[in-house]
């Protein structure tokens, strides 16, 4: 059974800088794409960034372009996101989310597994 575990949200300054985690436990990394997706409070859920099954795809959300790095190790099975530039807009819970031999979908759908989210918090 594929699980996917985040961790490394928190409260931070505008300005400062998180680097979230996703482990995804019970099959191999590289079988999968996977992109980080938020929702912030009264907001639906929105793109933040995906991954090919290789690194040679990414690609970004407009809002979060030169800001944001999604990277990945397969041999770790995890996928980061780098966030640097933090802007109180950036607070929501933020999810990880694998799709099985994608390549990269900026929407929802294709993203079979998804995890239970982690807070961050950019204060002003």
């Known amino acids: 059974q594929v699980q996917l575990v985040e961790s490394g949200g928190g409260l931070v300054q505008a300005g400062g800088s998180l680097r979230l985690s996703c482990v995804l436990f019970?099959?191999?990394?590289?079988?999968?794409?996977m992109a980080w997706f938020r929702q912030a409070p009264g907001k639906e859920r929105e793109f933040v960034s995906a991954i090919g099954r290789n690194e040679g795809f990414t690609t970004y959300a407009d809002s979060v372009e030169d800001r944001f790095v999604i990277s990945r190790d397969n041999n770790v099975n995890t996928v980061y996101l780098q966030m640097n530039s933090l802007k109180p807009e950036d607070t929501a819970v933020y999810y990880c989310?694998?799709?099985?031999?994608?390549?990269?979908?900026?929407?929802?759908?294709?993203?079979?597994?998804w995890g239970q989210g982690t807070q961050v918090t950019v204060s002003s």
């Open positions: 019970g099959s191999t990394l590289r079988d999968y794409a």
């Open positions: 989310a694998a799709d099985f031999n994608g390549y990269g979908s900026i929407v929802s759908w294709p993203y079979e597994y």
